[in-house]
């Protein structure tokens, strides 16, 4: 009787669950969503999908080009902006014109931070500290300052959210150092942002993807990428490692990619586009076969289990076998 009662506890929990993901905020119309990194990639195709729904889309836009092929796409209600999130002055500049741009009295409904880097493939030890400055500057940084500058504006709304693009590697070190670290960093400013807006009728959310085929993770160019940092680390490094090393794990990396990289990447701009338009939204979007079921699992495992089977995936370095 205990099991019975328990079981159809759980049964009506997921169903209110799945009913309330179902509803949708209403007035599309009237609601104001900036978007980073809209060039190509996510961003891009989010901002087209919310113009199309009708919301007033300010997307961000890094170059000229991006802006004006996005603008000869969409309609006449979508605004590009430009924005380089790694300087502040353009991110003031950015916010700027999006406030002057907003009707009056308005504000932001939801900010979308997605612009990122991968920063470059190789071991910590063959990459310079410019590396890790650069990729932290625009996944982690860019994030922290869009949504300082811009928080004002949701915050005159009374209510809206913030949606920041993370990474399954924000909660299992399954990529390169600075990706790693940046995208941890992503977790922990999000969640510290949520308990300190909880009552402010501000949401805090976050995108997983696993590995998708985007211009973000390119086989070849993770290739050229792997040989390049391995010349321009110092000799002593290069030697401990040594170009047996350098090529394995160019064949690894290929081989995993070829495995697990998924081309759906609609399936992101469905996460991206509920967590904007539902009504209770969650607050972490896993998406991919491999965060669901292979990562998930390793992330839940005994520390020490997880790190000997991710460890089981990487080669020797020649001046270890010694």
């Known amino acids: ?141 860019g994030v922290i300052f869009v949504t300082k500058e811009f928080l004002p504006l949701v915050r005159r709304e009374k209510s809206g959210r913030i949606v920041n693009m993370s990474s399954i590697c924000g909660r299992l070190a399954v990529a390169t150092g600075p990706y790693v670290a940046s995208e941890f960093g992503v977790e922990g400013f999000s969640d510290q942002l949520r308990y300190e807006l909880y009552r402010s009728g501000i949401s805090v959310h976050i995108i997983e993807p696993g590995y998708f085929r985007t211009g973000i993770v390119d086989e070849e160019a993770i290739r050229t990428d792997l040989h390049a940092t391995f010349e321009q680390a110092p000799r002593e490094v290069q030697k401990y490692y040594g170009e047996i090393y350098r090529d394995e794990t160019v064949e690894k990396n290929s081989k995993l990619l070829t495995t697990i990289m998924s081309p759906k990447i609609n399936k992101v701009v469905e996460a991206y586009e509920h ?33 000997f089977i991710v460890s089981r995936t990487m080669s020797t370095p020649e001046g270890a076998k010694i």
């Not at 079981?7 to 900036?34: E, M």
């Not at 607050?283 to 076969?289: C, K, Q």
């Open 1 to 141: 009787m205990i099991v019975e009662t328990l079981v159809l506890l759980i049964i009506l929990f997921l169903t209110v669950r799945w009913f309330l993901r179902g509803l949708k905020v209403r007035y599309y119309g009237n609601k104001h969503v900036f978007i980073t990194g809209c060039d190509t990639g996510f961003g891009n195709l989010l901002a087209k999908r919310l113009d199309t729904l009708g919301f007033r889309v300010y997307a961000g836009c890094l170059t000229a080009k991006g802006m004006d092929d996005l603008k000869a796409t969409c309609s006449k209600y979508l605004t590009t902006v430009e924005i380089d999130v790694s300087k502040e002055t353009s991110i003031q500049k950015a916010r700027h014109d999006v406030e002057r741009k907003l009707p009056k009295g308005k504000g932001l409904w939801a900010i979308v931070n997605n612009a990122g880097v991968p920063g470059s493939i190789g071991p910590i030890e063959w990459l310079p500290a410019s590396e890790f400055r650069r990729t932290i500057e625009i996944n982690l940084f």
């Open 275 to 307: 967590a904007v338009t539902s009504r209770f939204p969650k607050t972490r979007y896993v998406i991919g076969w491999d965060a669901q079921i292979p990562f998930r699992i390793l992330w839940n495992l005994p520390e020490w289990m997880t790190g």
